[in-house]
């Protein structure tokens, strides 16, 4: 059984008494441990694909399956890594990784143990008495990692988690996350506009499009890893999708 | 910091220091080191200088009446007068008990329903209009008809106070509650939060820096109101001072009470602030409103 199952989900919304189409079955599939990406340009709906999947959004057709049980609501089976971290505020770090497992009912005595391996995992070691507005945005990123993984979800949602970050941190940022990955052996849903970031951190890019959202084609990122950015068929990756997404709107600016 | 980094880079605990100290709230005393600090203690003592030797000189030249005049140092004698009458401390002690006893009454129903009606939208639908209505009147414009209710006693200046912080309470309140960030709600709802844990993990403390400014703006209003209650309708405390004092023209009494007024509420001021300060110490700075 697959961990996601996007079926030939339609979303559409009425702004200014006229009906848009935001999603427009779109299937996707995301394997057990897979990581998988959702690559396209601003309004192709990847987003509004991944609140969806939250559950944030009601999709209008079709329907999302999270290891074979239907989305009807958000829940802590999918853990969300939000673009802005979404840290509460007035909780430390640890208070803020310890929420879900709180509002679980988890024991004292449990939840620290797990919230002390969290910090460990994610090198958060003597930062997690602070408060968010203490930390840097790397370190705010990587408490919204473990508060994500603390709840133990099927499938991990980010929704661009790198793009708010300096340049240097989010090379450091996303080689620490494929670490985790690894280690955790977690399945993910990436959500990002950048193709280099999709081919370094995916085995699978699933690309979209425009006017409405919906799939244009899936790339297998069939790379060893750690990736070389430098390598041939890395740049050929690169450039292959680059090239789809460019015929995409092309396409659709003549159409 | 340590995501410049490499993979798996270990933090020191010690370099937090320099980073989390920087961003640490910014101390109160630290301000005295600040220049700005002395040019106010310089206009006020400037001020007062110069009301002083005016005075003293109007007592030869009487430019104006010197009964009207009075040179601020003579307070003092004011303030040792008042003091062993036992009157100061009646005044204060009387003040006080109404003020804090409106106060909390109103802030209390205020934040109650200012919150309620930020989160449930049929109380903000049916409550606000009414308060919008209420809250562009002067308070004072109703303090007759309070008398003519509750007649010249503690009970019609608790209530007054009560209904004139109100509205300072409940719109801070429900601003607070109604200007959550909504993807703080989603994030608690993705790790499994239901209504009520939500309301209390997340709304309650998300609309607390709003609520501690309106509760420090009632307490400066609390006095505000409480005077003008005083004046016209009390038998006793600072501002019934003041129109007693009246009647035998001892201006000094009139000025002392006025400035112990502002004494007050410098001090419920800054009593405010820290524990705003300390309930909102997760912020990097307290705003100010």
Request: hydrophobic residues 45%; positive net charge.
């Amino acid at each position: 059984m697959a961990a996601l199952d996007c079926q030939a989900v339609c979303l559409d919304y009425v702004m200014a008494g006229r009906q848009l189409r935001a999603l427009q079955d779109v299937t996707v599939t995301v394997g057990k441990r897979e990581f998988v990406s959702l690559l396209g340009p601003s309004g192709c709906g990847k987003s509004t694909l991944l609140n969806v999947v939250a559950g944030f959004l009601k999709p209008t057709g079709g329907r999302v399956l999270v290891e074979g049980n239907e989305v009807t609501e958000p829940g802590s089976d999918r853990g969300i890594i939000f673009q802005d971290h979404a840290l509460f505020p007035w909780m430390t770090a640890r208070q803020n990784i310890a929420f879900g497992l709180d509002v679980a009912g988890v024991p004292k005595a449990e939840r620290e143990k797990k919230v002390d391996e969290l910090i460990e995992l994610v090198g958060l070691h003597g930062f997690d008495r602070l408060f968010p507005s203490q930390l840097s945005g790397g370190m705010r990123q990587r408490v919204a990692v473990s508060r994500a993984l603390a709840t133990s979800p099927s499938i991990l949602l980010m929704d661009e988690p790198f793009s708010a970050i300096d340049e240097q941190t989010r090379q450091g940022l996303r080689e620490e996350f494929l670490r985790i990955w690894q280690k955790t052996a977690q399945t993910v849903l990436l959500v990002t506009h950048s193709i280099e970031e999709s081919v370094i951190m995916s085995d699978r890019v699933v690309v979209m499009g425009t006017k409405p959202g919906r799939v244009i084609c899936t790339v297998d990122i069939d790379l060893p890893r750690p990736r070389d950015e430098t390598s041939a068929q890395f740049m050929h990756l690169r450039r292959h999708i680059g090239d789809l997404l460019y015929k995409h709107k092309r396409d659709s600016h003549t159409r | 910091m340590s995501e410049v980094g490499v993979t798996g880079t270990r933090v020191v605990p010690g370099e937090t220091a320099t980073k989390s100290d920087s961003l640490a709230p910014a101390s109160r005393l630290s301000r005295l080191g600040n220049l700005e600090v002395w040019w106010r203690i310089l206009a006020v003592l400037l001020f007062f200088g110069v009301w002083q030797i005016f005075a003293l000189i109007n007592q030869r030249i009487r430019l104006v009446n010197p009964l009207f005049m009075v040179p601020p140092l003579e307070l003092r004698h004011t303030l040792v007068r008042q003091w062993n009458d036992g009157i100061l401390l009646d005044d204060l002690r009387t003040s006080m008990t109404t003020a804090f006893e409106g106060y909390v009454v109103g802030c209390s129903i205020g934040v109650v329903m200012g919150i309620m009606s930020g989160y449930l939208l049929l109380v903000q639908r049916l409550w606000d209009p009414i308060v919008q209505i209420f809250r562009s009147i002067p308070p004072l414009a109703f303090l007759p008809m309070f008398i003519l209710y509750l007649g010249i006693g503690d009970l019609t200046r608790v209530v007054f106070i009560a209904y004139a912080v109100y509205f300072y309470t409940y719109m801070n309140a429900m601003q607070g509650v109604r200007h959550i960030d909504p993807v703080l709600i989603r994030a608690a709802q993705s790790l499994g939060a239901k209504r009520l844990r939500i309301f209390r993990s997340i709304i309650l403390p998300g609309a607390m820096p709003s609520i501690m400014t309106g509760l420090r703006i009632s307490a400066g209003m609390a006095l505000f109101v409480l005077v003008a209650a005083e004046l016209i309708a009390a038998e006793a405390g600072i501002g019934y001072r003041i129109m007693w004092a009246r009647q035998y023209f001892e201006v000094d009494t009139m000025l002392f009470d006025a400035f112990l007024i502002g004494v007050l509420g410098f001090i419920i001021d800054v009593v405010m602030r820290l524990i705003e300060s300390w309930i909102l110490r997760w912020k990097p700075q307290v705003v100010e409103t």
